[in-house]
Nanobody
């Protein structure tokens, strides 16, 4: 499976960003898909995940201002984040896996190259 992220950039605190991930190459309807992020000097953390039935799961501390979604053909994955804070500055990655539980704490096997989001004060 191939994953290609887009939509990152520079945003002011309090603003919003919508990231996209193009999914192609293999049975996308079998995939659990997710967004992760990694800030400079910090470990990668899961943000949100969505399964083939559209069930979503979010990291607790990002609930309420994060929405993960997908298109009907599961060819694209989206992440919308609102009320952005400077600590949301990170590289955001799209990820996928087959089978098992689908939430952002799991181990994912397929990764995109990432898209940078920088939040300024």
């Amino acid at each position: 499976v191939q994953l290609v992220e887009s939509g990152g950039g520079s945003v002011q605190a309090g603003g919003s960003v919508r990231l996209s991930c193009k999914v192609s190459g293999y049975a996308s309807n079998m995939l659990c898909m997710a967004w992760f992020r990694q800030a400079p000097g910090k470990e990668r953390e899961g943000v949100a995940a969505i399964d083939s039935d559209g069930r979503t799961s979010y990291a607790n501390r990002l609930k309420g201002r994060t929405i993960i979604s997908q298109d009907s053909g599961r060819n694209a994955l989206y992440l919308e984040m609102n009320s952005l804070k400077t600590e949301d500055t990170a590289m955001y990655y799209c990820a996928a896996k087959h089978g098992g539980y689908c939430d952002p704490t799991r181990t994912f096997t397929q990764w995109g190259q990432g898209t940078q989001v920088t939040v300024s004060p």
